[in-house]
């Protein structure tokens, strides 16, 4: 059986999850969570964010709080890592 990540990339996660979550979590900065979709990206525009972070979070539901990166990550169907317990 083959494992379905690539080697050093977290079990539930693959290489362009990763790659997402970082153009993401890059564009928005730490100082703006927690924040709802129109907040995001208006960061993102101010940003000069790339089309596919814009497209991805103006897919976000409005009326939502979201915490952080992990939390915009999850919503957008987007791998995150699984944490064992």
């Known amino acids: 059986m083959t494992d379905p990540h690539q080697e050093g990339t977290p079990a539930g996660t693959s290489p362009a999850d ?3 979550r970082a153009a993401i979590a ?3 900065g730490k100082e703006v969570w927690p924040a709802d ?4 990206v208006a960061r993102a525009e101010e940003s000069n ?3 596919r972070v ?4 103006r ?6 709080q979201f915490e952080n990166v992990q ?3 999850r919503e957008l169907g987007i791998g995150t890592e699984q ?3």
Request: no cysteine.
């Open 59 to 64: 897919r976000l539901p409005s009326g939502r």
């Open 37 to 40: 979709r129109d907040t995001l």
């Open 54 to 57: 814009l497209s991805d979070l």
């Open 49 to 51: 964010a790339p089309d």
């Open 83 to 85: 944490h064992r317990f």
């Open 71 to 73: 939390d915009v990550a």
């Open 26 to 28: 890059e564009t928005l």
């Open 18 to 20: 990763l790659d997402r």
